[in-house]
């Protein structure tokens, strides 16, 4: 076989297995419309950050509208409507948790067609100075309390709020008999989101942290489709009953009076703890070295 021939025998192989490996993803996260489907992530996010490397509010807006819903089902009069959502902060201290509660009215049409189960897509778009630990979230996900959930954008959990950027937390929600309770045509979801404060910037008083409205999706298997493609239909918040879809937190902020003492303090502490450790170390040496020729 002369060379030429086997360079284009393992160049066609390579394309065939890239062409197979990517039709593998794409029925496993499709977006399917009545004419074509998109290729796209599991999560919504993961696609914008793809594109771009910052949170930017009217950034995301334009994808979610033209990216995404412009291959989601393009018969979207059978979706769900959203009739209330209700936000507000719960607990005390610089750990609390966002809750969300959402009432989604069924179509007669939709019920008939849609599966058992179904998405429900909470997207947060958190302010500077807040974030959500991932690893927390992966915890609740292993237990159930989620169906999927991520943080993307700044995951750096130790800076403080003026030197970090802004992330976003995904979250997905299965909505079965466990998350909702059903009255005819009507589902009630809950959801609490554990949240973290950032440092603030030394001032006097509080910093207000505002949160926006979140972006809620819906995504269901097409029915007469393949397994794995699924719509994605966006919930509108504008008619809407809410309480207040704009908590706001006031984290303390550091006192600028008390950062020479508090310096001094952390100073002191750290060269105490060296020296302990220093000290530690050279007693475990004499002691092993001591053991050592009692030995031999």
Known sequence: MKLHD???RCLAMIITMTLIARIGSCL???VLSEDHALCVDKYVAKSYFSKHDNLVDSNFEDFIAHDMLSSACGNAKFAPKLPALHRKLIGEGSHRRLASSLRLKMSSEFISRSPKSFEVIIIERLPSGVFADPFELQHLVQRGVFRDAAVFGDTNLELPSFLSNRSLVEVHLEVNSNLTSQQKDELDIHMELPLHARYQPLGHGFSRVKFSSPDLLL???VE???H?????????KQNAESNDNHPVWEVPCGNREHTKVVSAFTFISA???ALLI???SIRYSDNTASNV???S
Do not use: E, M
């Not at 794995?228 to 509108?236: A, E, N």
């Open 6 to 8: 086997l360079l284009a």
């Open 219 to 221: 995504r269901c298997n």
């Open 228 to 236: 794995g493609t699924s719509c994605l239909f966006l919930l509108d």
């Open 293 to 295: 020729l009692k030995q």
């Open 224 to 226: 007469g489709k393949q």
């Open 28 to 30: 496993d996260t499709a």
């Open 271 to 273: 060269v105490v703890s």
């Open 278 to 280: 220093i000290v530690a």
